[in-house]
């Protein structure tokens, strides 16, 4: 069966084989008499699931032993009120702004500290992203969020701030939601790294969240139990019940992740590799276009959404129209910037993004 390329911003598609997979483990898992969905959490069968699925992605994203990974729910926006309760100490947080999903971090954590903003991106509608050294940092800041890729801008850090070489001493928060695993990530700059599943790793409602050791065991008193990060941390994400079938559904991308080649890479590293060459493609068309164009600063275009506009808007139903009936699904915008935005997430492969620009110079050639 070949599938139509689905180039949602998420949930988002995931790989043929792991769905395949989950699809046929769904009634009896393993021989176990049980799909995943019906077994205890604290059983064995689900234990083995769990632990594999953590130390595939501590091996994938090479994540430092100093580090703890909890699987959570509440996805990205819970995060950025769950982040100042355990981090900020009811203190200072500096906050860098380049898109929506920035600003809404900004936003939540004025409820639980002082929220600075400490750069912005605004005054160029977040095309751009403002220069480290310009950042104004609080002297004493409990931590510095900053979001790797803004989904809806198309706005993505090639690499992370080194705060300590901008003389902070502040650990780095990262809102990685949308280019988790599309890329390694460096640890040596990052207190802590927080995305839900849905784009990269599997369906809605697991979040991933990690965080340096030292930064566990200071959260407020009106932290709820189940989102102290110590707590979690303490109990191996089961203080609660987590979220065991997006935890399955991860552990299977995982292991898809750890079988990608590209080149002689593996992994991230080969992930990192087919989506450079994947998002250059596009970009490559659409600036050469004449007809469409992306409007973001060449230094800091995403590579897993690429949001761009038709020379005449008029034209962008029956774009997304001729589109899908070619199997290019989900490309609309997102509506705070309009026209098309293509996902370019770690599921879709070169081919989908070269059906993609069939289909674009297509359509040029015909309204153009
Ligand atoms: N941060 C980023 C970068 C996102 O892309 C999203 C969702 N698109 C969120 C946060 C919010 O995530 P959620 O809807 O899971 O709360």
């Not at 600075?116 to 002297?139: G, I, M, V």
């Not at 988790?180 to 995305?195: H, K, Q, Y």
């Not at 991933?208 to 707590?231: M, N």
Request: with cysteine; aromatic share 8%; hydrophobic share 40%.
């Amino acid at each position: 069966m070949t599938r139509p390329y689905n180039f949602a911003p998420g949930p988002a598609a995931l790989p043929d084989e792991v769905l395949a997979q989950a699809a046929a483990e769904m009634l009896d898992w393993h021989g176990s008499g049980m799909g995943v969905m019906e077994m205890s959490h604290r059983g064995r069968e689900f234990g083995a699931i769990y632990h594999q699925a953590e130390a595939d992605l501590r091996e994938l994203l090479a994540v430092p032993a100093n580090f703890r990974i909890l699987f959570m729910q509440g996805g990205g926006l819970a995060e950025n009120a769950i982040v100042p309760m355990n981090l900020s100490r009811g203190g200072v947080a500096d906050f860098v702004v380049t898109g929506s999903w920035s600003q809404k971090s900004h936003k939540e954590a004025q409820r639980y500290c002082t929220s600075k903003l400490a750069a912005s991106n605004a005054a160029t509608q977040h095309t751009t992203l403002p220069d480290p050294a310009s950042w104004q940092l609080s002297a004493d800041a409990a931590y510095v969020h900053v979001c790797g890729n803004e989904t809806i801008h198309g706005v993505e850090f090639q690499t992370l701030p080194d705060l300590a070489a901008l003389g902070s001493k502040a650990p780095l928060v990262v809102d990685f939601s949308s280019n988790v695993a599309s890329r390694p990530t460096d640890w040596s700059r990052v207190g802590l790294a927080f995305g839900g599943a849905q784009k990269n790793i599997g369906p809605a409602g697991l979040t991933i969240v990690i965080v340096r050791d030292d930064l566990l065991g200071h959260a407020l008193p009106v932290c709820p139990s189940a989102f102290d990060y110590k707590v979690v941390a303490d109990n191996e994400s089961m203080f609660n019940t987590p979220p065991t079938f997006g935890i399955y559904m991860a552990g299977l991308v995982f292991q898809w992740l750890k079988r990608q080649t590209e080149g002689g890479l593996t992994g991230v590293a080969a992930m990192e590799a087919r989506n450079i060459a994947k998002s250059t493609l596009l970009y490559d068309y659409i600036d050469g276009s004449g007809f469409y164009v992306n409007k973001v600063d060449k230094a800091c275009r995403s590579r897993m959404n690429v949001p761009f506009f038709l020379a005449d808007e008029s034209l962008n139903e029956s774009f997304l129209a001729e589109a899908k009936a070619k199997g290019l699904l989900q490309l609309k915008g997102h509506k705070s910037v309009g026209g098309m935005r293509a996902s370019l997430y770690n599921a879709i492969p070169y081919a989908g993004v070269e059906a993609l620009v069939s289909h674009m110079r297509e359509f040029a050639t015909r309204h153009g």
